[in-house]
């Protein structure tokens, strides 16, 4: 079955560019037309839609988020990447991310400090 | 962006209690609703999509109801695994957005 696993450092510096990979295996990213979607949530809080790309490369960004966030595929790894620019402490929380929404990574913490 | 909004935000219950999650829209969302569980420092899991379709593989004990703004998910009979927070999700309308959970307790 399809599995999601996220990767990248736990810890980032104020200002610095927080960059993840989510590896997709059991199935092909290009196949499906699924979306893929990165997700986040902060410590004891709830959950925040980040965006999403399709497997033709066409993404989604929330609003909120849209100026600072890339989202990229690479189907010949089979993985999709985020990247979240100029991060502060207010971007520290765990990052998931899912095939749409019925197929989560495990979760990866990420904590902004200098 | 539209709004979710759970009640309660928490509860106290029972083994074998039957258990009741609100989930209200600020506007309109046909049916384009989704509820997630997640135990603590694990992946929410999905467990119903367009309002009342359960996921392959979750039991029948869930189930869900409701269209255009109030949604339930109810859990029938209530099971140690069962202990969990809650959440649901629009995605009629972009951005997808979550309610702020609702944690099942033990009593």
């Known amino acids: 079955q399809v599995q999601l696993q996220e990767s990248g450092p736990g810890l980032v510096k104020p200002s610095q560019t927080l960059s993840l990979t989510c590896t997709v295996s059991g199935g092909s990213i290009s196949s499906g037309g699924y979306y893929w979607s990165w997700i986040r949530q902060h410590p004891g809080k709830g959950l925040e839609w980040i965006g999403y790309i399709y497997y033709s490369g066409s993404t989604y960004y929330n609003p909120s988020l849209k100026s600072r966030v890339t989202i990229s595929v690479d189907t010949s790894k089979n993985q999709f990447s985020l990247k979240l620019s100029s991060v502060t402490a207010a971007d520290t929380a765990v990052y998931y991310c899912?095939?749409?929404?019925?197929?989560w990574g495990q979760g990866t913490m990420v904590t902004v400090s200098s | 962006d539209i709004q979710m909004t759970q009640s309660p935000s928490s509860l106290s219950a029972s083994v074998g209690d039957r258990v009741t999650i609100t989930c209200r829209a600020s506007?309109?969302?046909?049916?384009?609703l989704a509820w997630f569980q997640q135990k603590p420092g694990k992946a929410p899991k999905s467990l119903i999509y367009a309002a009342s379709s359960l996921q392959s593989g979750v039991p029948s004990k869930f189930s869900g109801s409701g269209s255009g703004t109030d949604f339930t998910l109810t859990i029938s009979s209530l099971q140690p695994e069962d202990f969990a927070t809650y959440y649901c999700?629009?995605?009629?309308?972009?951005?997808?957005?979550f309610g702020g959970g609702t944690k099942v307790e033990i009593k």
């Open positions: 899912a095939r749409e929404a019925d197929i």
């Open positions: 999700q629009q995605y009629n309308s972009y951005p997808p957005t």
């Open positions: 506007q309109g969302i046909s049916n384009y």
